[in-house]
């Protein structure tokens, strides 16, 4: 079986840059819904999104890395991406493993106490509220990580449409949330839809 390259120069190369193209495309807008979703689950909102962003972003790079004598990947953009899909899981990791810890101290403490009659338990008491802001700092953080991911991929898209003249109307994406540049809003019922904003659009982005 030949490789996907061999095939790809055997063809036009018109053809063959435009259906990577179209390809390439798909991807990203899968990559962006399932990003926002995230981000919009994040916020404490109850998404239902079966694609899972990162696993997505695995083989996005899978492509990038066979795909690059085609100019479709910016090998850049691919260390980028994975630096920030390590930050992300760091944070929740470095943070739950934090909240765990004050469990054990919390629960420790009315151990200690009980044991020697001691109101220990107020030590415990007293670093629960780090809690709080422990899940506040993981939301926030990982609320940035996700905007600045889903914005690279909104950026790229709009990048290789402009490049290889795609119709963006067929490349729509649901959304989740807002604040986002370069793109349009439209909303079909209660399903709200995005697509990048060329050069000709003179509507407000959200």
Not at 119 to 145: A, N, T
Not at 177 to 185: A, D, E, S
Request: aromatic share 12%.
């Amino acid at each position: 079986m030949k490789d996907s390259i061999d095939v790809a120069l055997d063809l036009d190369e018109k053809e063959v840059y435009s259906h990577i193209a179209h390809e390439s495309a798909e991807d990203i807008i899968r990559i962006i819904s399932s990003l926002d979703a995230e981000r919009a689950k994040n916020r404490g909102e109850i998404i239902y999104y079966e694609d899972d962003w990162d696993d997505l972003i695995k083989k996005r790079i899978q492509k990038g890395k066979r795909h690059t004598a085609f100019d479709f990947y910016n090998p850049a953009l691919l260390n980028i991406w994975e630096k920030k899909v390590r930050y992300i899981k760091k944070t929740k990791n470095y943070v739950n493993v934090g909240i765990l810890l004050i469990l054990i101290l919390f629960i420790s403490s009315i151990g200690a106490s009980v044991l020697l009659n001691e109101p220990l338990f107020i030590l415990g008491i007293s670093i629960l509220p780090l809690i709080l802001f422990l899940q506040r700092y993981k939301r926030e953080v990982l609320d940035f990580g996700y905007y600045q991911l889903t914005q690279f991929f909104i950026d790229e898209l709009r990048q290789l449409i402009k490049t290889h003249s795609l119709d963006s109307n067929k490349y729509k994406f649901k959304i989740f949330t807002h604040g986002y540049f370069g793109v349009l809003i439209r909303r079909v019922g209660m399903t709200t839809f995005a697509i990048v904003k060329n050069e000709k659009d003179t509507s407000n982005s959200e």
